[in-house]
């Protein structure tokens, strides 16, 4: 599963699968099992920010300080996104 980076987020690993790059782009937040189940879903506007579909086993901080992290990054995780979808960011036309 690609990550958008190597370190943790608020505890957690911002991912995507090789399955779920048919959908807009978005960011899976789990520990280190990096699975699905409990982790929180994280969809990405061409602003940056986010709309969370599934928040897992997150707290509110965590959700916040992720949010946070993708604001800033969102570029970055876009250029790494883009290598393995054509889908753009959540909520653009198709």
């Known amino acids: 599963m690609p990550k958008y980076c190597r370190d943790k987020i608020a505890g957690y690993y911002l991912y995507y699968t090789k399955h779920c790059i048919i959908e807009a782009m978005h960011a899976h937040a789990s520990d280190s099992k990096l699975t699905e189940s409990g982790s929180a879903k994280f969809w990405v506007k061409a602003d940056g920010t986010t709309e969370i579909q599934d928040r ?5 901080h965590e959700i916040k300080v992720i949010q946070k992290y993708i604001k800033k990054n969102y ?3 876009y250029e790494r996104w883009s290598q393995d979808s054509e889908n ?7």
């Not at 897992?56 to 509110?60: Q, V």
């Not at 753009?88 to 198709?94: I, N, R, T, V």
């Open 56 to 60: 897992g086993t997150l707290n509110d």
């Open 75 to 77: 570029k970055q995780m």
């Open 88 to 94: 753009g960011f959540f909520g653009e036309p198709d």
